[in-house]
């Protein structure tokens, strides 16, 4: 059915048509965070400091000490599609600031209540506006600042009470800014940045001629100790930063910070490139972690494509992909070229072996030590007097793997894999009333965090209570883990924390806590914790196989055992697992 007379077109007020470029724009608090530094960073400032009050919905306030507004533009500022980035349609080809829209003010001016202090520095005066999207008013008129410019807001989307209702709790909305501010400060290492929130400083990047000390103080000392620094060209394109070695994974893709011209960039393709170029690096399932900076003459890229700028066209797609690829598999081979390659123990189909067609264990056990070395005695808290009934260890292979005798056979196990199946199953089975046997640790392992957990309810941390794992605030900033699991005494107490607590902040940010994920964490960390391995625990999760129903006198069980016959064995010690 269609109406008789057709609805008449009508022009939309002003006001309204900039609300709806802030639907794309301002998403949230941390969308005008981001627009307010960029400003700042394209108006050549040395020196950012932002504060927010209650997760950015009370006030954003950025101060810099940039080049100022003109006073008589300061009215423009606030319109849309004012900018002074761009004048031509060439210029909209060669872009090298963060902002060209002309939108953010306009934007903000829509769902918010903004004031604008700025001195260009060549007088002595300095002009405010300030304009209320309500009552629409403006005023304007002379005021005292230094060089440079503070934007305020206020109140944000006090004249949409629909679109507040989307914003999530302070604390949630404050680590979004968080994060954003984060990423600026990586962009821009030659100007200082401070974020303070509630009146307290969380981040004061003041270091203006260090990147790595700020990479340091953003991304954590045991990125910068992991990190491989690269720096690639060819006769376009610049590649470098900093990549997190093959030991530097995390179970998010939380800390991956791509910069195309500074600007931080989404590229699907482009992370494919480095998420293949570390394939056979890191296990299947963890993310890498990577700090890039991708230059390049601005014609061979469209910028011009997103609202907010996140994403990019590039003209030649494939040949940067391949680049990037490139460069990243060279940084990680070159580090590890001349060390033997660990590959996964895979079942061996068909072999059709039998115990008695294994000769040579009594070669076997007069291997040469530098191969094949003794399982020390273990200190550990979680141990087994002596292996099960007919199983003797024999050796470690490298840091992984344990050879076993077991009736007249030769067993290569998988010490990872079986530890993360331990793990899996036990999870699996937990009831929903059950928690994991824990033990409390000696000294609690403590973590940093410029932000509390996000967990008003305690929801998380009672989640994690369930998996023995005990999480405390220890004064601002600070939370302690104080037990552990049984399953989980072999891991690397500090990654796990760090896992958990990161996976806290986007769980809960998405408010997706599951236990499914966290179970992957755990089963992460008992397989790729400590590399000591001790007889008292090999023999434990020796038991434990068999406790869990596994057959040891089975030819193999996909990536936990296999049966070694001596040609496999002499192959191993050759080329390594
Ligand atoms: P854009 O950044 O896309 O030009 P904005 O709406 O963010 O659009 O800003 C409009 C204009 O206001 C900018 O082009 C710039 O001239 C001026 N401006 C905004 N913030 C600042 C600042 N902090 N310092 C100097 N000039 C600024
Ligand atoms: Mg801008």
Redesign the pocket.
């Known amino acids: 059915m269609y109406p008789e007379n057709p609805q008449r077109i009508r022009r939309l007020p002003e006001i309204l048509s900039n609300q709806i470029a802030a639907g794309e724009v301002i998403e949230r608090p941390a969308s005008i965070v981001k627009?307010l530094v960029?400003?700042?960073l394209?108006?050549g400032a040395r020196s950012v400091d932002i504060q927010i009050e209650r997760g950015g919905t009370r006030m954003v306030r950025v101060q810099?000490d940039?080049?100022?507004?003109h006073s008589e533009?300061m009215r423009l500022?606030l319109e849309s599609h004012?900018?002074?980035?761009l004048h031509t349609t060439e210029d909209l080809l060669s872009i090298r600031t963060l902002?060209?829209?002309?939108?953010?003010?306009?934007s903000i001016a829509a769902v918010a209540r903004i004031s604008i202090i700025?001195s260009t520095g060549n007088s002595n005066t300095a002009w405010s506006i300030g304009f209320d999207p309500i009552t629409r008013d403006f005023n304007t008129g002379p005021a005292a600042h230094p060089a440079g410019?503070t934007?305020t807001v206020s109140n944000l989307f006090y004249s949409m009470p629909a679109r507040k209702k989307f914003l999530r709790s302070e604390r949630t909305e404050f680590i979004y800014i968080l994060e954003t501010v984060k990423r600026l400060a990586l962009s821009a290492f030659d100007t200082a940045v401070r974020l303070q929130h509630n009146g307290r400083v969380l981040m004061d990047c003041r270091d203006i001629d260090s990147p790595d000390n700020r990479v340091r103080d953003l991304l954590g000392q045991a990125f910068i100790d992991n990190a491989i620094e690269l720096d690639c060209r060819n006769d376009s394109l610049r590649l470098w930063g900093w990549i997190g070695d093959e030991t530097m994974h995390r179970s998010q893709v939380d800390r991956q910070y791509l910069y195309h011209n500074n600007r931080i960039i989404r590229d699907r393709k482009l992370n494919h490139a480095i998420r293949v170029a570390y394939s056979e690096k890191i296990p299947p399932g963890r993310y890498p972690v990577y700090v890039l900076y991708l230059e390049m003459d601005p014609s061979l890229a469209d910028v011009n494509v997103h609202p907010a700028k996140y994403e990019i066209r590039f003209r030649e797609t494939r040949e940067i992909h391949d680049f990037i690829h490139g460069c990243i598999q060279n940084a990680l081979s070159g580090q590890y070229a001349g060390s033997a390659r660990i590959a996964p123990i895979t079942a061996v189909a068909g072999s059709g072996s039998t115990c008695e067609d294994i000769p040579g264990i009594a070669e076997v056990r007069e291997f040469n030590r530098d191969y094949l070395h003794p399982v020390p005695k273990s200190s550990s808290y979680f141990t087994g007097d002596s292996p099960p009934a007919d199983t003797r260890l024999l050796g470690s292979v490298g840091n992984r793997y344990v050879l076993a005798e077991r009736k007249e056979c030769l067993l290569l196990i998988d010490v990872a894999g079986a530890r993360k199946f331990i793990v899996r199953t036990r999870l699996e089975k937990l009831g929903a009333e059950e928690s994991l046997v824990s033990r409390p640790l000696l000294v609690p392992v403590s973590i940093h965090v410029s932000y509390e957990l996000p967990d008003p309810e305690g929801g998380f941390q009672e989640l994690c209570r369930r998996f023995g794992l005990q999480l405390d605030y220890a004064g601002p900033g600070t939370i302690l883990l104080r037990t552990i699991p049984l399953i989980l005494e072999e891991a690397d107490l500090q990654r796990l924390l760090e896992d958990i607590l990161e996976y806290s902040a986007i769980s809960w940010t998405e408010r997706t806590a599951s236990s499914l994920k966290l179970t992957r964490i755990l089963e992460h960390h008992a397989s790729s914790g400590s590399s000591r391995l001790e007889q008292g625990s090999v023999n434990a999760l020796l038991h434990q196989l068999v406790l869990a129903g596994l057959d040891l006198d089975a030819n193999a069980c996909p990536g936990i055992w296999r049966r070694l016959d001596c040609k496999e064995l002499a192959e191993i010690i050759e080329h390594g697992v």
């Open positions: 627009e960029e400003n700042s394209d108006a810099d940039g080049s100022g507004i533009d500022a004012a900018t002074s980035k902002g060209f829209r002309g939108e953010a003010l306009s700025s410019t934007v």
